[in-house]
Each structure stands twice: as C-alpha cells, then as structure tokens.
C-alpha cells in the first residue's frame, strides 16, 4: 500500500509544479527535457547498486527501454500541440481517460476476473474522471482532432507497456533502473530537440529552465517507479491498481487546485470528485 500511495502523491505534486511554471516564466519543454535528465540521475544514484552484469545479456528490456523514452517524449510533445489546437480540457481529458484502454489490454490479455462490484468502481472512475476534466467553456473547441485520438490511444499504450515490461521482462533488471533508463532516452530525444530549436534560435536557453527541471524530475521518476512497484506489492488485479491510482491522481489535482489555486468549484465537479471517492472504496474492496 505504501508505494501506491506514495506514487499517488508524486503524481499529484507533478500537477503542482507544472501550475507554478506560467508564475515563474518557466519554459515548460526545457523544463521537461532537464526532468528527465533528472529522473534517470535519480534512479541510477539511488539504484544503482541494483545493476547486474548480466542485465544486458537479457535482450527484451532495452527495447521496451527504447519504446517508453520514445513514448514518454512524444506524448508530452503532443499533448503541449494539443492543448493549443484543442484546448486544456479536451486534452486532459484525453490523457486522463486513456485509463480505458489500459484497462482493457489488462482486462483481456491478462483475462482478469471482472465483478459486478469491479465493473461498477472502474465506470464510476471514468465518471468521476470526466466530470472533474471537463470544462463547458471548451465543449466547442475545435481543433486536430486526430491528436486526441493518438493521445488517448498512446497514454493507454504508456501504460500498458510499464505494466507489461514489469511483469514479463525484467527478469535481469529492476523496476528502479527500468524506470531510470526509459526517463534517460526520453532525455536525449528532447535533448536533440531542444539543441535544433537554440541552434535555430527558436528558443532561449535560461538556468531557471533547468532548477524547474529538478523539482519537476525528482517526483516523475518516483511516480513511475512506484507505480510499477505497486503491481507487485500489492495482491490486487493490475487493473485495480491502474484504476485506483488514476482516479486518486486526478481526485487529490483537483482538491489542491481548489485550495491552493482557487479554482472555481461547481456541481460537476462536487459530483466528480464524489463518484471518484466512491469508485476507489468499491475498487478497494473488490480488491479484497
């Protein structure tokens, strides 16, 4: 229980900082490029007495090593186009619903029992998840709309492969430097990018870009480094452990930006955060 929660609150404190960027003038994309330089410093510093010398005999972790820097990147870079085409609230929703397709693969892949009880906390998540994102003002917002497909389909797919890899391929390695190696390759993609974009003198390089990297790296390597500890930790379904960490992320954001940002509350969003609370009780005790 202790990694699940403690991944729910790195989760939640990543929504902090990133609300605190526009007030510092924070260049978010050097902010995410230094946070991934910093998450895999994390993981090799702190773990790195885990590294095994035959870890590179095992020939089926680097590859998926590979797919989640690439994964990890890319959607962030999509997610930032998104925003601007789309808007906030679409493409949040998008990334925080793409739970279903995650939730799917482990559903059928992993052929998991499904309860009546189970069925009824993961709908009440997606409810609460919904009803919190969505903003009525943005219900209109047109835009590329294919960008939210992909969002959606490749958040899902993020997912998915953490799981998958931590439960049928890191035999030779753990789940620590696991994490480390996939923040590491998502680093030098961004790296190459950023280093085109101040060559082009599409950006400037500033020192405050790279402190908001460290406070933002530290907690995003946590959050995805306990996550894949709490499938082993445990005893639930993957599914569950997916569900309750999903839904708890998005109920604490919400709570914080409505006490420490002032974010305007309504009867969505009281209704949101109630079918949240409710879908992580009966998911927990669908776990038992």
């Known amino acids: 229980m202790i990694p699940l929660l403690l991944s729910i609150v790195s989760s939640s404190f990543i929504f902090v900082i990133f609300k605190l960027f526009p007030r510092f003038g924070i260049n978010t994309f050097q902010a995410i490029v230094f946070n991934y330089f910093t998450a895999f410093s994390c993981g090799v510093i702190l773990f790195g007495n885990e590294w095994k010398d035959h870890s590179l005999s095992d020939a089926s972790w680097p590859i998926y090593a590979l797919i989640s820097g690439v994964l990890f990147i890319s959607l962030f870079i999509l997610m930032g186009l998104s925003s601007q085409k789309n808007g906030v609230a679409l493409t949040s929703i998008a990334g925080k619903m793409s739970m ?5 693969f482990m559903i059928l892949i992993y052929r998991e029992e499904m309860s009546f009880l189970k069925t009824c906390g993961i709908l009440l998540a997606f409810l609460g998840v ?11 917002a047109s835009g590329s709309i294919w960008m939210l497909v992909i969002l959606f389909l490749g958040s899902g797919l993020l997912d998915f492969v953490l799981n998958f890899v931590q439960k049928f391929h890191l035999k030779q390695l753990t789940p620590s430097l696991f994490s480390a190696f996939g923040f590491g390759i998502a680093g030098l993609i961004g790296l190459s990018v950023l280093v085109y974009q101040l060559i082009t003198k599409r950006s400037v390089f500033q020192f405050r870009n790279v402190l908001a990297g460290i406070a933002l790296g530290i907690p995003n390597y946590f959050s995805i480094f306990l996550l894949m ?16 960490i999903n839904v708890s992320v998005v109920l604490l954001s919400a709570v914080t930006g409505f006490i420490a940002f002032k974010e305007n509350v309504n009867t969505q969003k009281i209704i949101g955060l109630l079918s949240a609370v409710s879908a992580i009780i009966i998911l927990y005790f669908a776990s038992k």
């Not at 279903?100 to 799917?104: F, M, W």
């Not at 919904?130 to 209109?140: A, E, Q, T, Y």
């Open 100 to 104: 279903a397709v995650s939730l799917i």
């Open 130 to 140: 919904f009803l919190v994102s969505f903003s009525k003002k943005n219900k209109d």
């Open 229 to 244: 500890l709490s499938y082993k930790t445990t005893g639930w379904t993957d599914s569950t452990v997916l569900a309750i």
